[in-house]
């Protein structure tokens, strides 16, 4: 998926916050922390870019959900679009807000020993507990 050299484009549910990305974008997964699930409904798919890959238009609203991290969504229609670890030089979007074809496959479920006890992951992608 590295150097897809596709560039993507998302949106909140309104439209009132979206984004280009363009360049490296890694690490597609699904989250199933409680923290995302909270957040999203049930689980969070995304994949990561370096930040200054990722144009943003419109004003998300930043959640600091931790010390490490901040959420970003929508504050007109809510759709959570963005993860962003204090830390890292990276920055998570939202599968779920693409447009297609993204020539994204997910490579990895995260967080599974945190995953809520109404389903089964069963696709057969890689989980990490
Ligand atoms: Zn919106």
Same mark, same amino acid.
């Given at each position: 998926?590295?150097?897809?050299?596709?560039?993507?484009?998302?949106?909140?549910? $309104? @439209?009132?916050?979206? =984004?280009?990305?363009?360049? /490296?974008?890694?690490?597609? +997964?699904?989250?199933?922390?409680?923290?995302?699930?909270?957040?999203?409904?049930?689980?969070?798919?995304?994949?990561?870019?370096?930040?200054?890959?990722?144009?943003?238009?419109?004003?998300?609203?930043?959640?600091?959900?931790?010390?490490?991290?901040?959420?970003?969504?929508?504050?007109? $229609? @809510?759709?959570?679009? =963005?993860?962003?670890?204090? /830390?890292?030089?990276?920055? +998570?979007?939202?599968?779920?807000?693409?447009?297609?074809?993204?020539?994204?496959?997910?490579?990895?479920?995260?967080?599974?020993?945190?995953?809520?006890?109404?389903?089964?992951?069963?696709?057969?992608?890689?989980?990490?507990?």
């Amino acid at each position: 998926m590295k150097g897809n050299g596709r560039v993507l484009k998302g949106r909140c549910n $309104c @439209g009132a916050v979206s =984004f280009i990305v363009e360049g /490296d974008v890694q690490g597609a +997964s699904v989250c199933h922390c409680s923290q995302c699930r909270r957040q999203s409904g049930h689980t969070w798919a995304s994949a990561h870019a370096p930040v200054s890959a990722v144009k943003i238009s419109g004003a998300p609203r930043w959640y600091h959900t931790s010390e490490t991290a901040r959420r970003g969504f929508c504050t007109t $229609c @809510g759709s959570f679009l =963005f993860w962003k670890a204090h /830390d890292e030089d990276r920055m +998570s979007f939202a599968l779920g807000a693409l447009e297609a074809p993204t020539g994204i496959t997910l490579e990895k479920h995260i967080f599974t020993a945190d995953k809520g006890d109404y389903y089964e992951i069963a696709d057969g992608v890689p989980q990490r507990p």
